[in-house]
């Protein structure tokens, strides 16, 4: 936008510095033509008069005198020619033999009007020839000539020509500068609002501050500062309900285990599949609140990440701790977890989020990659450096996931149609890439090579100046099985 209001605006200019100074070019160009023809007119006048009073008296003299003083000032010749041609005076080089004045002296003694005086140009140049008749309209008794050199009068119009440029050029500048800072003006807060309206999009509050452009956009500005306040205020009610409803689910969903668990003794033979089966839902429920929790956890994250915007970790220590936990529950499901990771003398750096932050998306992938795999399938983990980032690529060799269902995987409870009776909530992507996205890095999902899904998680760099809030994850400290798809 800012680039297409200042074509506009550099457009209106250009047009008009041009259309003003167009118009002086050429007057100017033409002042001087005429001041240079009304000159040499009348100098003409008076050779004509001064050659009349001679052929008269028989004494020239005096224009002898005159047109000598004249040719020798201005370096412009003067020729004066009787009925017959023949010529009384030539001064300044000038003879009757000269190109294209044969044409113009038959024509003034027929009394026909001269050579006209192109209008002058600053790359005029060279001589132009004035004649008149001498005499009356009735008896023409010879003709005077002038040939007159325009380089003068052109350098004059080109010095007026420069000035008339320069300011021009000085009002395009001024023209250019007016149209950036309008620009500026009017979009500036724009451009505010837009950040502010992504900042809202992503779960975050956010202020624009209102003070410059027109009325119109600071009203915008206020406006949006209160359906800010109020979208951050609602969004966190929903937070808060959510943890809490999952909170204080929690103990009763504790004494339902408990009571589901001693029932176990006393169960008849015939009753255990429908045991078991509520056993399962139970779980279910208990992996429900807990993604319920980490999802509240991780918007709070994404809502408020200057909480944590000096927070960083080393990832290849992370991501080595994670496949420690993750090895005994991929043996049992028989999936081969590879470590592609650099050596561990050869640190990829650190970034900006937490460990448990991190090792909390891992666990996400990497129990997504074990559990839908498949058995005999291999999930390979590595990391790397990108320009002001790292990647990390958790990749399995499984069936992988259609291109529709990888554009769907990350919304909140959906789950892919061949596991819709199976384990899982449908939370664990949505909870990683909401923790990804908040501290400014993407998740994506892509197909593996050559089958498989492939999982790539980017995260900015982190300045590592300062040390970690925390250390990295003890193995053991997590369950392994707390994330799915």
């Given at each position: 936008m800012?680039?297409?209001?200042?074509?506009?605006?550099?457009?209106?200019?250009?047009?008009?510095?041009t259309?003003?100074?167009?118009?002086?070019?050429?007057?100017?160009?033409?002042?001087?033509?005429?001041?240079?023809?009304?000159?040499?007119?009348?100098?003409?006048?008076?050779?004509?008069?001064l050659?009349?009073?001679?052929?008269?008296?028989?004494?020239?003299?005096?224009?002898?005198?005159?047109?000598?003083?004249y040719?020798?000032?201005?370096?412009?010749?003067v020729?004066?020619?009787?009925?017959r041609?023949?010529?009384?005076?030539?001064?300044?080089?000038?003879?009757?033999d000269?190109?294209?004045?044969?044409?113009?002296?038959?024509?003034?003694l027929?009394?026909?009007?001269?050579?006209?005086?192109?209008?002058?140009r600053?790359?005029?140049?060279?001589?132009?020839?004035?004649?008149?008749?001498?005499?009356?309209?009735?008896?023409?008794?010879?003709?005077?000539a002038?040939r007159?050199?325009?380089?003068?009068?052109?350098?004059?119009?080109?010095?007026?020509?420069?000035?008339?440029?320069?300011?021009?050029?000085t009002a395009?500048?001024?023209?250019?500068?007016l149209?950036?800072?309008?620009?500026?003006?009017?979009?500036?807060?724009?451009?505010?609002?837009?950040?502010?309206v992504?900042?809202?999009?992503?779960?975050?509050g956010?202020?624009?501050?209102?003070?410059?452009?027109?009325?119109?956009?600071?009203?915008?500005?206020?406006?949006?500062n209160?359906?800010?306040?109020?979208?951050?205020?609602?969004?966190?009610?929903?937070?808060?309900?959510?943890?809490d409803?999952?909170?204080?689910?929690?103990?009763?969903?504790?004494?339902?285990?408990?009571r589901?668990?001693?029932?176990?003794?006393?169960v008849?033979?015939?009753?255990l599949?429908g045991?078991?089966?509520?056993?399962?839902?139970?779980e279910?429920?208990?992996?429900?609140?807990?993604g319920?929790l980490?999802?509240?956890?991780?918007?709070?994250?994404?809502?408020?990440?200057?909480l944590?915007?000096?927070?960083?970790c080393?990832?290849?220590?992370?991501?080595?701790?994670?496949?420690?936990?993750?090895?005994?529950?991929?043996?049992d499901?028989?999936?081969?977890?590879?470590?592609?990771?650099?050596?561990?003398?050869?640190?990829?750096?650190?970034?900006?989020?937490?460990?448990?932050?991190?090792?909390?998306?891992?666990?996400?992938?990497?129990?997504?990659?074990?559990r839908?795999?498949?058995r005999?399938?291999a999930?390979?983990v590595?990391?790397?450096?990108?320009?002001?980032?790292v990647?990390?690529?958790?990749?399995?060799?499984?069936?992988g996931?259609?291109?529709?269902?990888?554009?769907?995987?990350?919304?909140?409870?959906?789950?892919?149609?061949k596991?819709g009776?199976?384990p899982?909530?449908?939370?664990?992507?949505?909870?990683?890439?909401?923790?990804?996205?908040?501290?400014?890095?993407?998740?994506?999902?892509?197909?593996g090579?050559p089958?498989?899904?492939?999982?790539?998680?980017?995260?900015p760099?982190?300045?590592?100046?300062?040390?970690?809030?925390?250390?990295?994850?003890?193995p053991?400290?997590?369950?392994?099985a707390?994330?799915?798809?």
């Amino acid at each position: 936008m800012r680039r297409r209001l200042l074509i506009a605006l550099l457009t209106f200019a250009a047009v008009a510095v041009t259309g003003f100074a167009w118009p002086l070019l050429s007057s100017t160009a033409a002042e001087r033509t005429q001041r240079l023809l009304i000159d040499r007119t009348a100098t003409l006048d008076r050779f004509a008069v001064l050659a009349q009073q001679g052929i008269n008296t028989g004494d020239p003299t005096t224009l002898v005198a005159e047109a000598t003083a004249y040719a020798e000032l201005y370096r412009e010749g003067v020729l004066l020619l009787d009925q017959r041609r023949r010529p009384l005076l030539a001064a300044g080089g000038m003879t009757p033999d000269d190109p294209g004045l044969k044409p113009l002296i038959d024509g003034a003694l027929r009394n026909e009007p001269g050579q006209r005086l192109p209008q002058l140009r600053p790359w005029s140049s060279g001589h132009v020839v004035l004649i008149r008749p001498v005499g009356t309209d009735t008896h023409i008794s010879g003709v005077v000539a002038l040939r007159i050199s325009v380089t003068a009068a052109a350098a004059d119009v080109a010095r007026r020509w420069l000035l008339i440029v320069l300011g021009a050029l000085t009002a395009a500048v001024g023209f250019v500068l007016l149209a950036t800072v309008l620009a500026r003006w009017v979009l500036r807060p724009l451009a505010q609002l837009e950040r502010g309206v992504l900042a809202v999009t992503a779960g975050r509050g956010a202020h624009v501050p209102g003070l410059g452009g027109p009325p119109e956009l600071r009203a915008l500005a206020v406006s949006f500062n209160r359906m800010s306040d109020a979208v951050v205020a609602a969004a966190d009610k929903e937070r808060q309900l959510v943890a809490d409803a999952s909170h204080q689910l929690r103990n009763p969903m504790a004494a339902l285990r408990l009571r589901v668990d001693s029932l176990a003794p006393d169960v008849a033979p015939a009753a255990l599949a429908g045991y078991h089966s509520l056993a399962t839902e139970v779980e279910r429920l208990e992996a429900l609140l807990d993604g319920l929790l980490a999802l509240a956890s991780a918007d709070e994250v994404a809502a408020h990440p200057e909480l944590g915007h000096d927070t960083w970790c080393w990832p290849d220590v992370v991501v080595r701790a994670r496949l420690a936990a993750w090895r005994p529950a991929a043996r049992d499901a028989g999936v081969r977890l590879v470590d592609e990771l650099p050596p561990e003398d050869d640190a990829i750096g650190p970034v900006g989020c937490t460990d448990s932050e991190l090792a909390q998306i891992l666990d996400v992938l990497l129990d997504n990659a074990i559990r839908y795999a498949g058995r005999g399938a291999a999930a390979r983990v590595r990391a790397d450096r990108q320009p002001g980032a790292v990647r990390l690529v958790v990749e399995d060799s499984g069936p992988g996931l259609p291109d529709a269902d990888r554009a769907r995987a990350t919304q909140r409870f959906w789950r892919a149609a061949k596991d819709g009776n199976g384990p899982g909530t449908g939370l664990g992507l949505a909870i990683a890439e909401r923790l990804v996205t908040a501290r400014a890095g993407s998740l994506r999902l892509r197909p593996g090579e050559p089958t498989g899904l492939a999982v790539q998680v980017t995260l900015p760099h982190a300045d590592a100046t300062a040390p970690p809030e925390t250390v990295a994850p003890d193995p053991a400290a997590s369950d392994p099985a707390a994330s799915d798809r």
